[in-house]
Nanobody, 125 residues
């Protein structure tokens, strides 16, 4: 499975961006799609996850209420809608996927088998 992330860019604080992550194959109901980010000088951290079966979503506390994950099944694409962006949201955002992940592990990057290339989001103050 190959993942293609896109949609990053430069935005002012308070603005919005929508990231996309498209899978090269039709994602089955077993898949969980995750979003992670890595800010300069920091470790990569969990942002959100989308459970294909049932459409359940999970978020890091730092983005809850501002970010929303959704999907377009026909396009094999998961979106990360980011609103009310803050300078501390500046990072390279990565999408990831796994078909065997259990919910208790969705925040652990090492448990995802497939990764996209990352897209840079810069939020200016």
């Amino acid at each position: 499975v190959q993942l293609q992330a896109s949609g990053g860019g430069l935005v002012q604080a308070g603005g919005s961006l929508r990231l996309s992550c498209t899978a090269s194959v039709r994602t089955s109901s077993r898949f969980i799609m995750g979003w992670f980010r890595q800010a300069p000088g920091k470790e990569r951290e969990f942002v959100s996850a989308y459970k294909w079966d049932g459409g359940y979503t999970y978020y890091a506390d730092s983005v809850k209420g501002r970010f929303t994950t959704s999907r377009d099944s026909a396009k094999n694409t998961v979106y990360l809608q980011m609103n009310s962006l803050k300078p501390e949201d500046t990072a390279v955002y990565y999408c990831a996927a796994d078909s065997r992940l259990i919910l208790s592990r969705i925040r652990y990057e090492g448990d995802y088998d497939y990764w996209g290339q990352g897209t840079l989001v810069t939020v200016s103050s």
